[in-house]
């Protein structure tokens, strides 16, 4: 795993044209500014390259997928248009995996919650292990799941999103992720899934191109308003995060965590 407090992310094209997109952060693979835009610039770059047939999007280490957003950064922002800036962070991550002529499969190994739960929800394939229960805890700290709700509904339903939202301090399983639609195969251990994920990136990777392109957007249809969307769900969490109620519950948090 890279050593890095930053964190960063990474880019392989195999010869078969699977292109692989790893990112890794210290702090359970959560995601600040700087790698959502690094990670959206990459998603783009991936599926323009010519050699690329499939994308797998992937975090790195064995526990956490990604724990959402940068609470750091969020105790930093101190007006709206700060706090508007960071959360289109995600609805550009989100966008970019909507627009990519390539199909996405998210390997996710372990926790998501928040953001990573959009960041599964916007691929087009999810592979998962029975560890990788999902969770918004957003509201228990004065926020929402603004900016990936489209993203997430569209794949488990408003049932689902209502409990998953509503229940925001509660981990649901991997099996609930499956049956509601947010993950497509759950396995055992990681060597199963990766062995799994292996096959099908390498299957999918040997199918006509065009055809590929053709399914992703059928996939999609219905979503072209969702740059305008996702940015004024930017807005609102943007506005949120500055309330007395959020700031002291992210204060609570680190005091928590460092205890």
């Known amino acids: 795993m890279p050593d890095n407090p930053n964190g960063n992310i990474t880019l392989t094209i195999s010869d078969t044209g699977v292109a692989t997109i790893s990112f890794y952060h ?45 609470f750091d950064e969020l105790l930093q922002i101190k007006d709206k248009e700060a706090g ?27 926790k998501a919650v928040g953001g990573g739960v959009g960041l599964a ?17 957003e509201l228990a700290i004065g926020i929402g799941p603004f900016v990936i709700s489209p993203a997430v509904m569209r794949k488990i339903g408003l049932p689902a999103f209502s409990q998953l939202t509503i229940r925001a301090i509660d981990f649901q399983t991997a099996h609930w992720a499956k049956e509601k639609g947010l993950y497509n195969e759950v396995y055992t251990n990681i ?31 219905g979503t072209e308003s ?23 519950a992210l204060q609570d948090f680190f005091k928590k965590n460092r205890t």
């Open 191 to 221: 060597n199963d899934m990766d062995e799994a994920l292996n096959t099908l990136s390498q299957k999918l990777a040997s199918y006509h191109p065009e055809a590929l392109t053709g399914l992703k957007q059928i996939l999609w249809e």
């Open 121 to 137: 929800a916007a691929a087009d394939y999810c592979l998962a292990t029975e560890a990788a229960s999902i969770k918004l805890s």
């Open 226 to 248: 969702w740059d305008e969307l996702l940015n004024e769900r930017a807005a609102i969490s943007g506005k949120l995060v500055l309330s007395e109620f959020t700031q002291q």
């Open 26 to 70: 210290p702090a359970q693979n959560s995601l600040p500014a700087a790698l959502l835009d690094e990670l959206t610039a990459t998603i783009n770059k991936a599926g323009a390259d010519e050699k690329t047939r499939v994308i797998v999007l992937k975090s790195e280490g064995e526990r956490t997928f990604c724990a959402g957003a940068s």
């Open 84 to 110: 508007t800036l960071f959360f289109s962070g995600f609805a550009r991550v989100i966008n970019a995996c909507r627009k990519s002529p390539k199909i996405i499969i998210a390997r996710v190994q372990g």
